[in-house]
């Protein structure tokens, strides 16, 4: 059974910097798109960046020349460094997995349309 754990959350002051980490197991990770999609507090899901099983990558513009989201295939483990950050990104943020046979990112924000969903991890960023 595949399984994603995110870490890496934490408080963060506004301008600060924050990495999160994604460790996969239990599936073929490098043949995976992967998302990270992110819940405000009293907010929806909102997609954040995805990366294809290729290495092509796109983001949101709230985030864009902030954040850099990276793959790892030989840890078999995804990355979100996140720069610049700013209170409006306090969040749980989740890394997704949806297996795709081309180099398509999904920007779904839907549970249900991914193969692997992660237990999230909070970030706060205030001073």
């Known amino acids: 059974e595949g399984q994603l754990v995110e870490s890496g959350g934490g408080l963060v002051q506004p301008g600060g910097s924050l990495r999160l980490s994604c460790a996969a197991s239990g599936f073929t990770f490098s043949m995976y798109a992967m998302s990270w999609v992110r819940q405000a507090p009293g907010k929806g899901l909102e997609w954040v960046s995805g990366i294809s099983s290729g290495g092509s990558t796109n983001y949101v513009p709230s985030v864009k020349g902030r954040f850099t989201i990276s793959r790892d295939n030989v840890k078999n483990t995804l990355y979100l460094q996140m720069n610049s950050l700013e209170p409006e990104d306090t969040a749980e943020y989740y890394c997704?997995?949806?297996?795709?046979?081309?180099?398509?990112?999904?920007?779904?924000?839907?549970?249900?349309?991914?193969?692997?969903w992660g237990q999230g991890t909070q970030i706060t960023v205030s001073s």
């Open positions: 997704a997995a949806k297996r795709f046979y081309d180099n398509t990112i999904s920007a779904s924000t839907r549970e249900d349309e991914y193969d692997y």
